[in-house]
């Protein structure tokens, strides 16, 4: 009579451990889904700098010059790339990481890796896009510093905020991925009810409008998006004249602990079975 | 000739590609049937996505933009400002869509049986018509609300009213007319179908579709005119409701190219397809 014992490494902190032991993989992994991204096409890597310079210049001109959104006194290209770098920290993580598992899933047939480094990695590809945003936001900072000889962002420690609200972003991505890319992995039109998804949550988040443009009487209900606090509380550290509030951004940390939490109990859960079905 | 002999392929014109397909209209259907089976298989809500994909994307950019951020919208109800430019925007975008990938999502049956390839992105935009069709219904239940709720006509009741439908079938045959081409470079380059997107979602922000043209600066409008779907959006607009400006010698002159276009892209697939077939 024997017993097998198949979970005996299950757990938060062996699997966490385990992912460490595993990181030159994931390195490769990244390098991997940066590279396949734009693989077979004719243009290659530009591709980065053009899909995220030209949607850039046409929708602050379609947005600030004729709809005229209000921007709190700020140029409305700087109010617009200020609130477009945190949100491709999700949109980017989030859909790329979401094809991690279905992306590889003839490498996954051969050997083991620990599951979780798939879409991890696959969101680092995703990371290149708010980069670029923030160095064409520097770029119109010193732009506007020498044609209107102000600078719109003063050094000032409140600017840490920014820090936090992007980890607080990035964790929010990686969390949702967790639940995404097991679905993924198992229906592949879920990629495009994710895109659907996604370009809804982009116009109910304050990115192209600030969040004063809400009507004061349903403010509450555009903040229970987990995205608003973090986004505005990223643009109240870098712009003069924003605003944020400090127990709604806790909200989003507590949401993003609570979907990281359910994430990672249903993502070990599905695995083995997402992994027979693949 | 020296016992030698050269076999290269005939290239049909546009005229004979036209003919071909009007010999085998009857396959329209079945490639049609096809393509609508593949838009919303192994999806959890098949069907429904059908519905839910033209009324929650507009009602939400409604809400955003009319409500919230106060686009204006030459003085109708937003709701229906948006609806009008969505009818013809979508239907450009989506046909040209459908059509580019004509040629790579039936690659089973061209290698199984012989039809011609013209057929399909005539085919494979049926998906597209479906959901014009749909729109358009939601379109006349929404101006039957904002008529009697108003009391007063919006849609205009003369002859121009032919003008907007001009300028839905243009908007129609230009997606087609793009298609022969975009259709035949997708099937090699990624690079089509992956820009294809990223063009289009910028395209929409370029057309006033969220947005009259007349609010545009004026010193910009003029350079917006080049865009041929701002034209026929707006002639669309100008057709339904009366109202915005009406460019009829642009649109004249855009429906010509885009005429024009078509034939030099049916040209253009027939030989590409000659050479194809001849490198198999």
Not at chain 1, 15 to 37: A, D, G, M, P
Request: net charge positive; hydrophobic share 50%.
């Amino acid at each position: 009579m024997w017993t097998i014992e198949a979970d005996a490494d299950q757990g938060f902190g062996p699997r966490t451990r385990e992912v460490w032991r595993y990181r030159r993989i994931l390195w490769f992994f990244s390098l991997k889904s940066l590279q396949t991204l734009y693989s077979k096409t004719v243009l290659g890597p530009a591709w980065i700098l053009i899909r995220t310079l030209v949607p850039l210049g046409v929708g602050s001109f379609v947005f600030g010059s004729i709809m005229q959104v209000p921007s709190g006194g700020v140029p409305y290209f700087v109010f617009f790339l200020a609130g477009q770098v945190p949100w491709n920290c999700f949109d980017g993580p989030l859909i790329r990481g979401s094809r991690g598992i279905e992306m590889n899933r003839q490498l996954l047939t051969k050997l083991y890796v620990p599951r979780i480094i798939l879409p991890l990695a696959s969101m680092t590809a995703g990371v290149a896009e708010p980069i670029i945003i923030a160095l064409v936001l520097l770029g119109s900072l010193v732009y506007y510093r020498v044609n209107d000889g102000v600078w719109y962002v003063q050094p000032e420690p409140r600017m840490l905020a920014a820090v936090a609200s992007v980890v607080v972003v990035l964790a929010l991505a990686f969390s949702l991925t967790l639940w995404t890319s097991v679905w993924q992995a198992r229906a592949r039109d879920a990629r495009f009810v994710l895109r659907y998804v996604v370009g809804f949550w982009l116009f109910l988040t304050p990115v192209i409008y600030p969040l004063s443009a809400v009507p004061a009487d349903i403010r509450w209900l555009a903040q229970l998006n987990p995205l608003t606090p973090p986004i505005e509380t990223f643009k109240w550290a870098l712009l003069p004249g924003m605003q944020q509030s400090w127990p709604w951004f806790l909200y989003s940390v507590g949401v993003t602990v609570a979907a990281f939490l359910g994430g990672a109990w249903y993502f070990t859960r599905s695995e083995s079975l997402t992994m027979d079905k693949l | 000739m020296n016992g030698r002999w050269e076999v290269s392929p005939r290239y049909p014109g546009a005229i004979a590609t036209l003919g071909e397909v009007w010999q085998y209209r009857r396959l329209l259907g079945f490639i049609g049937d096809r393509a609508l089976r593949k838009m919303y298989r192994r999806t959890v809500l098949g069907w429904l996505w059908l519905f839910i994909n033209p009324l929650f994307p507009i009602a939400l950019r409604a809400i955003i933009f009319g409500a919230l951020l106060g686009v204006g919208s030459n003085g109708l109800p937003y709701f229906l400002f948006l609806l009008a430019g969505t009818v013809v925007w979508d239907t450009f975008a989506n046909s040209l869509m459908w059509g580019t990938r004509s040629l790579e999502m039936n690659r089973d049956l061209t290698d199984q049986i012989y039809h011609p390839r013209a057929l399909l992105p005539f085919g494979n935009m049926t998906p597209a018509l479906l959901n014009m069709a749909l729109k358009v219904g939601v379109f006349v239940l929404a101006l039957i609300y904002y008529t009697a709720r108003d009391g007063r006509m919006y849609l205009r009741t003369d002859l121009e009213l032919l003008w907007a439908v001009a300028a839905l079938a243009v908007a129609l045959l230009l997606a087609l007319a793009v298609s022969f081409f975009t259709a035949i470079w997708g099937e090699t380059a990624r690079d089509i179908r992956f820009g294809l997107g990223q063009l289009l979602s910028v395209w929409y922000l370029l057309t006033p579709v969220l947005y009259p043209l007349s609010q545009v600066p004026a010193e910009q409008r003029g350079w917006m005119l080049f865009n041929p779907l701002a034209i026929i959006v707006e002639t669309f607009k100008w057709g339904l409701f009366g109202v915005g400006d009406f460019y009829r010698d642009q649109f004249l002159a855009t429906t010509a190219t885009v005429l024009a276009l078509i034939c030099v892209g049916l040209t253009y697939f027939a030989r590409a397809e000659a050479r194809t077939i001849a490198e198999r």
